[in-house]
């Protein structure tokens, strides 16, 4: 019944920007933590960020921190990732995520296993 789906991904040069966005339909996203996952071909899938229910507290990986940014438009029902200076290895297929429990807290140690619905994904390609 939910159902998330990105845009937003293509190709980039190294130093530019890129914006995701995940609209999520069928079902509530306003009650659920948020995060964006990233898989590289080969590579195991890993997470880029997490916010919470209420958009107060968010979290990054080492690699993003400072570069990329999360947020969310409850009333929209959406979910961003702002993305700038991107490098040749943020190169990989984006995805977003819903939490399995509704207002559950985020952390850095937050795991695949506890987001219950998936978007597609969308390729970011970033060119050196």
């Known amino acids: 019944q939910v159902q998330l789906v990105e845009s937003g991904g293509g190709l980039v040069q190294a130093g530019g920007s890129l914006r995701l966005s995940c609209a999520a339909s069928?079902?509530?996203?306003?009650?659920?933590?948020g995060g964006w996952f990233r898989q590289a071909p080969g590579k195991e899938r890993e997470l880029i960020c997490v916010?919470?229910?209420?958009?107060?507290?968010?979290f990054y990986a080492d690699s993003v921190k400072g570069r990329f940014t999360i947020s969310r438009d409850n009333a929209k029902n959406t979910v961003d990732l702002q993305m700038n200076n991107l490098k040749s290895e943020d190169t990989a297929v984006y995805y977003c995520?819903?939490?399995?429990?509704?207002?559950?807290?985020?952390?850095?140690?937050?795991?695949?296993?506890?987001?219950?619905?998936w978007g597609q994904g969308t390729q970011v390609t970033v060119s050196s």
């Open positions: 916010i919470s229910w209420d958009g107060r507290r968010a």
């Open positions: 069928g079902g509530a996203f306003s009650r659920y933590g």
């Open positions: 995520a819903r939490h399995g429990t509704p207002f559950a807290a985020v952390s850095p140690r937050s795991s695949p296993r506890d987001f219950m619905h």
